[in-house]
C-alpha cells in the first residue's frame, strides 16, 4: 500500500517563506501527475483548494491566489514533491494535503481520491 508523508508545516509570520514535501513509500511518483490542495479552518473536506498541480512532464499550474508566490517541483528520485511558498500572506493559513495520481482532464486536474497525504498545518500571522 502506497502513503504520502508530509512535513514542513509549522506556524510562520506574513512575508515568511516556508517549502512542503510529500515524499511516497513507493516509485509512483514518475508516473504521477501530483497536487497540493488546502483545506481552510473550518471548511470540510469538500471544500478543499486546489493550489498547485505539476504533470509527469513538469508542467505546473497554479491557483491564482498563490501564483507568483508558491511553487511546486517534483524530485522522482527521490519520490518527492515540493510545494515551495514564499510572501506568505494571513490567507494562506489552512491544512495542506498532498495528492498522487491524480488525472488531468480538459486542463483540470481531478485528484484520486484514495491517495491523500495526512496533511500539514500552516498557520500565517500578520
Known amino acids: 500500500q502506497v502513503h504520502l508523508v508530509q512535513s514542513g508545516g509549522g506556524y510562520m509570520r506574513a512575508g515568511e517563506s516556508l517549502t512542503l514535501s510529500c515524499a511516497a513509500s513507493t516509485t509512483i511518483f514518475s508516473t504521477s501527475p501530483m497536487g497540493w490542495y488546502r483545506q481552510a479552518p473550518g471548511n470540510g473536506r469538500d471544500q478543499r483548494e486546489l493550489?498547485?498541480?505539476?504533470?509527469?512532464?513538469?508542467?505546473?499550474n497554479y491557483a491564482d491566489s498563490v501564483k507568483g508566490r508558491f511553487t511546486i517541483s517534483r524530485a522522482d528520485a527521490k519520490n518527492t514533491v515540493y510545494l515551495q511558498m514564499d510572501s506568505l500572506k494571513p490567507d494562506d493559513t489552512a491544512d495542506y494535503f498532498c495528492n498522487a495520481g491524480g488525472q488531468f482532464s480538459g486542463g483540470r486536474y481531478y485528484p484520486n481520491m484514495g491517495l491523500w497525504g495526512r496533511g500539514t498545518q500552516v498557520t500565517v500571522s500578520s
Open positions: 493550489v498547485a498541480t505539476i504533470s509527469t512532464t513538469g508542467a505546473t
